[in-house]
């Protein structure tokens, strides 16, 4: 399998669960990135990771919490979140942070109830 | 602070006319690359041309160009023969090689019509 791929597609959780979205890159790149994509709003950069370490954090509720294990892998685990978060998380990767190009998933559509 | 502005919420295009989406920038780096992407309604970005700042020469991908007017911190795409495949958001970003962040623009939805 080639790209970046994002799992699952669709996501509806109630505002007490615990989820997680899995994102995993096939290119070889160095970095990897959190976006939220919200209707008639700009892409929010959430997290961004180099080398498995974080190097960015947009002030992000901690409600959000990454976890990059390896240069391959990147998690974003969901807890008690609000219906505000219901968004397009798109996961992205590029070949490291410093202004690259970058290669996105698919995303995932999340719906908090 | 770097920021991306496209004054252009929506855009149509006859099919096979050609179409140009505006877009402008302010950054205080000199090292630093312009995109420009696109989101079919199936949501799957794609990079569809990109400009490093240094070079003076107008990037181009087939039927996609940019005009790059970097005193005027400008960075426009044409799309010529425009195509029905063609309707989707389109973003524009920039990176900067200092910085690990890439702003996007809010995007202009381009429509075509046959």
């Known amino acids: 399998e080639t790209g970046v791929t994002q799992t699952p597609r669709h996501l509806v959780m109630g505002m007490t669960n615990k989820k997680s979205l899995k994102c995993e890159q096939h290119l070889g790149h160095n970095a990897m990135y959190w976006y939220k994509q919200s209707a008639k709003k700009p892409l929010e950069l959430m997290f961004v990771?180099?080398?498995?370490?974080?190097?960015e954090n947009n002030s992000v509720p901690s409600r959000f919490s990454p976890e990059c294990p390896n240069s391959s892998h990147l998690f974003l685990h969901l807890h008690t979140l609000q219906p505000e978060d219901s968004a397009l998380y798109l996961c992205?990767?590029?070949?490291?942070?410093?202004?690259?190009?970058?290669?996105f998933g698919p995303g995932t559509r999340l719906t908090v109830t | 602070a770097q920021t991306v502005t496209q004054s252009q919420p929506e855009m149509s295009v006859q099919e096979a006319e050609t179409v140009t989406l505006s877009c402008t920038y302010d950054t205080s780096e000199s090292d630093y690359y312009l995109f420009w992407y696109k989101q079919p309604p199936s949501r799957q970005m794609i990079l569809v041309i990109r400009?490093?700042?240094?070079?003076?020469q107008n990037a181009t991908e087939n039927r996609f160009s940019v005009n790059f007017q970097k005193a005027a911190k400008s960075f426009s795409l044409k799309i010529s023969d425009s195509q029905l495949g063609d309707a989707a958001m389109y973003f524009c970003?920039?990176?900067?090689?200092?910085?690990?962040?890439?702003?996007f623009g809010a995007g202009t939805r381009l429509t075509v019509k046959p």
């Open positions: 990771y180099s080398l498995e370490e974080r190097v």
């Open positions: 970003a920039l990176g900067e090689r200092l910085n690990n962040d890439m702003r």
């Open positions: 992205a990767s590029s070949q490291d942070q410093r202004g690259y190009e970058q290669y």
């Open positions: 400009q490093e700042a240094y070079k003076q």
